[in-house]
């Protein structure tokens, strides 16, 4: 049977009110949004990791319900060590989907520089490639030692982990800086500053600190160090006798290698640096972050650090994040730069949402790094431990930012969330219209 053509288009145009007729309808603004379901609930499945670090191996194995199944052959020990630490990987939440990069490195994965003195190991994107805007070293350095006096063609931002260190720097005006750091507290020079760094504390053991460099292709060949480029200068001793105006003997003993890091006398903590014509610095190049003010919430504190407080650090911006056992960062996401992050202390687990259904979770500890290859990826942090966990966040950019999901939907008018979610004017009323940051247990 074939219709005329003024009733084939008749036929079209009630489908057409039919399949796009819309899913929800609104009843009333003080209850909880009708609506007809054209598509499944989300679970209620927590979808929680199947085990910690301390777990029994032999339930460590590629699956959860009736997905997956079991490894054929036993799997190596050290790899079941790997499994443990990494339990979403192996045996993801169903909500993962999708093919995202790898947003984890270890430290204990990367290569490390033994020096007399004290050692270094990096990130850099030979290792992590997805971390295009920042790199990142681990440095260490007995009582005393010192690292080289040296430039950099990027900017150098640092977090001391434990003991203290003496920073030395002089800017292109001829304007000196000397300081001393502890724990918590940074330091930052901008490219092309000449620097060093010497670690004071005798009773710590000396000091240990993160650096950060705003740039993921940075290392160590693209770092000028002094006695380099004394070594590189052709007949070096004539040269130097020439710049300095000095006999060239003086120079007799200049050490034909970089030192890079090498053992020295521990300086005195009030030891005064030379006065500079030019007097020091305008901006300071350190900043006690240890002694800023932290904001404290119902599941942990932040603390933000970026040139608003710290001037003189114009490309890195940090925050500095607590979770207590059971809580969670909110879900969020940056809207400017990538985050780069630095897990500290604790166990964590993270999901990263891309858009177009893909989604990974991975998990952290302490000595971990993360990185957000892509601006706008929502995510969160949940202390997956029994310890605080402590972690930091940055970003190459002179501020931070970030879109709290919470605040977003308490400042959109309740019918549009209604008609999304399905909730009711409590569960709105709940919602915080000022950013959660750190939310405490439920």
Same mark, same amino acid.
């Given at each position: ?26 009843? *009333? %603004?003080?209850?909880? =949004? ?6 499944? &609930?989300?679970? /209620?499945?927590?979808?929680?990791? @199947? +085990? ?111 003991? *203290? %260190?003496?920073?030395? =720097? ?6 000196? &800086?000397?300081? /001393?750091?502890?724990?918590?507290? @940074? +330091? ?255």
């Amino acid at each position: 049977m074939f219709l005329r053509p003024s009733l084939m288009i008749a036929v079209f145009i009630l489908a057409g009110l039919v399949f796009c007729a819309p899913a929800v309808t609104i009843s *009333s %603004t003080s209850t909880a =949004a009708s609506s007809t379901p054209t598509i499944p &609930y989300i679970s /209620t499945d927590p979808n929680e990791s @199947l +085990w910690t670090e301390d777990s029994d191996p032999s339930i460590v194995q590629p699956q959860r319900g009736k997905l997956g199944a079991p490894f054929l052959r036993p799997a190596p020990a050290e790899n079941i060590a790997i499994d443990l630490q990494n339990p979403d990987l192996l045996a993801p939440p169903s909500t993962d989907s999708g093919e995202l990069a790898n947003a984890k490195w270890p430290f204990s994965l990367s290569h490390t520089r033994l020096q007399t003195g004290g050692w270094v190991r990096e990130q850099t994107v030979a290792v992590m490639p997805i971390a295009t805007s920042i790199a990142g070293a681990n440095m260490r350095l007995e009582a005393g030692s010192i690292r080289e006096l040296h430039w950099h063609t990027t900017s150098e931002w640092a977090y001391v982990l434990k003991g *203290s %260190t003496q920073i030395s =720097a002089v800017d292109g005006e001829g304007r000196n &800086y000397v300081a /001393t750091v502890g724990p918590g507290d @940074l +330091w930052y020079f901008p490219a092309g500053v000449p620097h060093s760094l010497q670690a004071t504390g005798d009773d710590d053991g000396g000091s240990e600190f993160l650096l950060i460099f705003d740039d993921g292709n940075f290392g160590e060949d693209t770092t000028f160090s002094l006695i380099d480029w004394l070594d590189h200068i052709p007949a070096e001793g004539v040269l130097l006798e020439k710049n300095f105006q000095v006999d060239a003997s003086a120079f007799a003993h200049v050490p034909g290698k970089e030192l890079y890091i090498f053992p020295s006398t521990t300086p005195e903590d009030d030891a005064l640096p030379p006065e500079s014509p030019q007097g020091t610095v305008p901006l300071p190049y350190s900043f006690a972050s240890s002694k800023a003010n932290v904001t404290q919430t119902s599941g942990g504190s932040y603390k933000v650090v970026d040139s608003s407080t710290f001037q003189i650090s114009t490309t890195i911006a940090m925050v500095e994040v607590t979770v207590e056992p059971g809580a969670m960062r909110e879900l969020h996401w940056h809207p400017t730069q990538d985050e780069w992050s630095y897990f500290i202390e604790g166990e964590g687990r993270v999901t990263i949402f891309a858009a177009r259904g893909r989604a990974r979770t991975f998990n952290y500890q302490s000595g971990d790094k993360d990185y957000w290859p892509h601006v706008d990826l929502g995510h969160y942090v949940e202390n997956t431990g029994n310890t605080t966990l402590a972690y930091i966040e940055l970003f190459k950019s002179d501020r931070f930012e970030d879109v709290s999901l919470s605040q977003w939907l308490a400042l959109t008018p309740p019918h549009i969330v209604k008609a999304h979610l399905n909730v009711d004017d409590e569960t709105i009323a709940l919602m915080s219209k000022t950013k959660p940051v750190v939310i405490g247990p439920s």
